[in-house]
C-alpha cells in the first residue's frame, strides 16, 4: 500500500538544476557567498519585495545569528507554540524566554496579555508566523514601539506571505525564513534574514562567516553558517517555479475545506480576508470530535497515511527544559498542543489522496475498545 507522508520536497525539474550547477564544475567556486549566492539574494529581495536578505546554511542558525547582531540581553517575549528551534536561539544567546499564551484562533503570540510580560529586562520579542498565519503585526509594532523593544520574527511558515498587499518580510526589525527541504520554498536546507536597516547588513553577514569583517579583522564571535552554492542553485531553480507550486497547495487545501468545512467538533484554520496564504500546512484541531486528536493518527497510519502532531510538545515542556519552565501559564497554547493535527499537504498530492485521508478522519471507528 502506497504511504502518504506528511510533507513531501517540491523539485524543479532534473535538466533545469544540472544545467543550473553546471557552471560549477568550471569555475569551482562552491560557497563563501559565489555567484549563485549573490543571485539567490537579489532575486529574494526582489520576490519578497523587501530591502535586504542574507542567507543562511539554515533557518536555525540565521535566527540565532540574528538575536547575536541585535544584541539582545535579558529576556525575551515569545511562543512556546513552535519548533525547538526558536526557543533553542534564545536559550543559546544566553537569554531567558519568557513565554506567552496563544490566541485560540490562528494560535499566534496572544497581544492582549502582551504588555504584562514586559519587565525591565526585556529587550525583544520573537513571535512566531505558525503555519502561514500571521501575527497581529500592527500591535506587536505598537507594543515594542513604546517599551522600545526588537521584534525578530520566527517566519519559518510564513514565505511569500502579504498582509494587506504588504510583504510578510517587511514587519519588525528582522525576520527569519526557513529554506528547509520541507517548506514551500526550500534550497535543500537553508535560511534567510530579511530587514530594513541596511546598516546591519555587514553586522549579519560577518557573524555568519566567523565574525570576519575583512583581511585579517574579526570584529565579533560568529560562526560557519553561509550557504552553498548547491543550495543556492537549487533556491534558484525552485524560485522559477514557486507560485505554480503554491496554487497545486491551494487546490489540496481547498480539497480538504470542501470534506471537513462542516464537519463538527474538527476546527480548521482558514486564512483571513487580506491575507495571501502560502498553504504552508493544513492543522485540524480536535474539540468535541468523536476521536481524539490521537486516536485519528492511529487510524491515518493504520492506512498509510502520516499527519503529525505538530507542534507538540510545547517548547516550554520539552525535557530538555525540565524544572526551568511550565506550561501552567499559557494554557490556550497547552490546549491546542494536545489536540491539534497537522495532515499531508505539499504539491504534488492528488486530490484523490485528499478524498481518502479525509474519509478515513470521517470514519469515525475507534481503535481503542
Wanted: with cysteine.
Amino acid at each position: 500500500m502506497k504511504q502518504i507522508q506528511v510533507t513531501q520536497s517540491s523539485m524543479p525539474d532534473y535538466d533545469t538544476f544540472c544545467e543550473e550547477i553546471k557552471v560549477l564544475w568550471d569555475n569551482r567556486w562552491l560557497t563563501n557567498m559565489g555567484d549563485k549566492h549573490e543571485q539567490l539574494e537579489m532575486q529574494l529581495e526582489q520576490y519578497l519585495n523587501t530591502p535586504n536578505v542574507t542567507l543562511f546554511s539554515n533557518g536555525h542558525l540565521a535566527l540565532e545569528y540574528a538575536i547575536a547582531a541585535f544584541n539582545l540581553s535579558g529576556e525575551v517575549i515569545t511562543s512556546p507554540f513552535t519548533f525547538a528551534s526558536t526557543t533553542h536561539a534564545i536559550v543559546r544567546n544566553g537569554l531567558t524566554p519568557v513565554f506567552g499564551d496563544i490566541n485560540p484562533h490562528n494560535y499566534t503570540l496572544q497581544t492582549d496579555t502582551l504588555e504584562s510580560l514586559i519587565t525591565e529586562k526585556t529587550s525583544a520579542i520573537i513571535p512566531v508566523h505558525v503555519y502561514g498565519n500571521i501575527c497581529n503585526v500592527k500591535e506587536i509594532e505598537r507594543i515594542a514601539k513604546k517599551y522600545n523593544l526588537k521584534v525578530i520574527y520566527d517566519a519559518a511558515h510564513a514565505f511569500g506571505i502579504s498582509v494587506d498587499e504588504q510583504g510578510v518580510a517587511n514587519f519588525g526589525d528582522a525576520s527569519m525564513f526557513s529554506f528547509h527541504a520541507t517548506k514551500v520554498f526550500h534550497t535543500i536546507e537553508g535560511g534567510a534574514l530579511t530587514f530594513a536597516d541596511n546598516s546591519m547588513k555587514r553586522v549579519i553577514n560577518s557573524y555568519k562567516n566567523f565574525g570576519i569583517t575583512g583581511p585579517g579583522t574579526v570584529e565579533y564571535i560568529g560562526g560557519n553558517a553561509k550557504m552553498n552554492e548547491f543550495q543556492a542553485a537549487m533556491g534558484l531553480c525552485n524560485l522559477k517555479i514557486i507560485d505554480q507550486e503554491i496554487e497545486k497547495r491551494k487546490r489540496v487545501f481547498e480539497r480538504y475545506i470542501d470534506h471537513l468545512g462542516d464537519t463538527k467538533g474538527i476546527k480548521l484554520s482558514i486564512p483571513p480576508d487580506g491575507v495571501s496564504s502560502n498553504y504552508a500546512y493544513f492543522p485540524i484541531v480536535f474539540d468535541g470530535y468523536t476521536l481524539s486528536r490521537n486516536e485519528v493518527y492511529e487510524q491515518l497510519k493504520k492506512h498509510n497515511i502520516y499527519s503529525r502532531k505538530y507542534f507538540y510538545p510545547l517548547t516550554n515542556n520539552l525535557q530538555c527544559y525540565e524544572g526551568r519552565f511550565t506550561s501552567e501559564s499559557t494554557p490556550v497554547a497547552n490546549f491546542i498542543a494536545n489536540r491539534v493535527l497537522t495532515l499531508p499537504l505539499y504539491a504534488d498530492l492528488q486530490l484523490e489522496e485528499v478524498d481518502k485521508i479525509c474519509s478515513v478522519i470521517k470514519a469515525n471507528v475507534p481503535i481503542y475498545k
